[in-house]
T-cell receptor, first 111, second 113 residues
Framework: DAGVIQSPRHEVTEMGQEVTLRCKPI?????LFWYRQTMMRGLELLIY????????DSGMPEDRFSAKMPNASFSTLKIQPSEPRDSAVYFC?????????FGSGTRLTVV | AQSVSQHNHHVILSEAASLELGCNYS??????LFWYVQYPGQHLQLLLK??????LVKGIKGFEAEFIKSKFSFNLRKPSVQWSDTAEYFC???????????FGAGTRLTVKP
């Protein structure tokens, strides 16, 4: 089992550009979560899906952020347009019942 | 909704010292409890979890945690820390029937050699 796979590992982009982060969950895990981690705010839940359906997106900071899960094996988190304050590490986590498995994260830097 | 408080922001210990990191949660119903560890530059990894049964749970690398229901606490302990335990530790809780997990703010542990 390859675990939760996130890509890219690092992303540096200019302010105003669109950024797309990707996550491939563990096969059979029916829930997927997107978290953002910063020094100031710690781990923040952005959105989560159950069986590909978005359940709670109240953590999504602004309309610039959107997430999709078109099928059970793939999810994206998109930021358009990106801003410097979006710089953070974005983690994807998946679970079958209880207890998450985290991906290695995407470190996003917006300059 | 459930929430989690970790009392210590940064703990500094010498090797072989004993460790206890506090964690309290607020939720009126039944919960599952977790401790995760994040080594520098890495992702979160599960240390241990409590679902039911014996309130003293043992995890990897010599860590253990005790669930005290009356105090809504789930403190993490290790009798003798090592330099390699330097990391950030997160307590997390999710309500039974809801796999939306809430994390504490984390406690950074620095172990001096």
């Amino acid at each position: 089992d390859a675990g939760v796979i996130q890509s890219p590992r690092h992303e540096v982009t200019e302010m105003g550009q669109e950024v797309t982060l990707r996550c491939k969950p563990i096969s059979g895990h029916n829930s997927l979560f997107w978290y953002r981690q910063t020094m100031m705010r710690g781990l923040e839940l952005l959105i989560y899906f159950n069986n590909n359906v978005p359940i709670d997106d109240s953590g999504m900071p602004e309309d610039r952020f959107s997430a999709k899960m078109p099928n059970a094996s793939f999810s994206t988190l998109k930021i358009q347009p990106s801003e410097p304050r979006d710089s953070a590490v974005y983690f994807c986590a998946t679970t079958e019942y209880y207890g998450y498995t985290f991906g290695s994260g995407t470190r996003l830097t917006v300059v | 909704a459930q929430s989690v408080s970790q009392h210590n922001h940064h703990v500094i210990l010498s090797e072989a010292a004993s460790l206890e990191l506090g964690c309290n949660y607020s939720y009126g119903g039944t919960v599952n409890l977790f401790w995760y560890v994040q080594y520098p530059g890495q992702h979160l990894q599960l240390l241990l979890k409590y679902f039911s049964g014996d309130p003293l749970v043992k995890g990897i690398k010599g860590f253990e945690a005790e669930f005290i229901k009356s105090k809504f606490s789930f403190n993490l302990r290790k009798p003798s820390v090592q330099w390699s335990d330097t990391a950030e530790y997160f307590c997390a809780v999710n309500a039974i029937g809801n796999n939306d997990m809430r994390f504490g703010a984390g406690t950074r542990l620095t172990v001096k050699p």
